[in-house]
């Protein structure tokens, strides 16, 4: 695997990841394994999807990191709607 495909996989990642936790702080709720298993769960999917869309022809940049991460969170941010949509 080219190592800037491992490197936007990873911060696509990072990015639910960090999701994950800030929705888990902002909840004011206790840690729920469960949960952040889903949003780990959502954050490898992100990382797939950035790894899938992201045109890394022009090399690396700080950009398209950013975007990496983002793809990452929104996938967490998403996922947890969609569920939370489809309980009702």
């Given amino acids: 695997m ?11 990642f990072g990015g639910g ?3 994950a936790l800030m929705g888990w702080a902002d909840s004011q709720e206790p840690f729920n394994a469960r949960k952040f298993i889903r949003s780990v769960g959502a954050s490898i999917l992100g990382g797939i ?4 869309t992201i045109d890394l022809s022009g090399g690396l940049t700080a950009q398209l990191i950013l975007l990496a991460f983002l793809i990452g969170a929104g996938a967490d941010v998403l996922t947890n709607r969609a569920l939370g949509a489809m309980r009702g």
Wanted: glycine share 0%.
């Fill in 49 to 52: 999807a950035a790894v899938l």
């Fill in 2 to 12: 080219d190592a800037n495909l491992f490197i936007l996989a990873l911060v696509a």
């Fill in 17 to 19: 990841v960090v999701s």
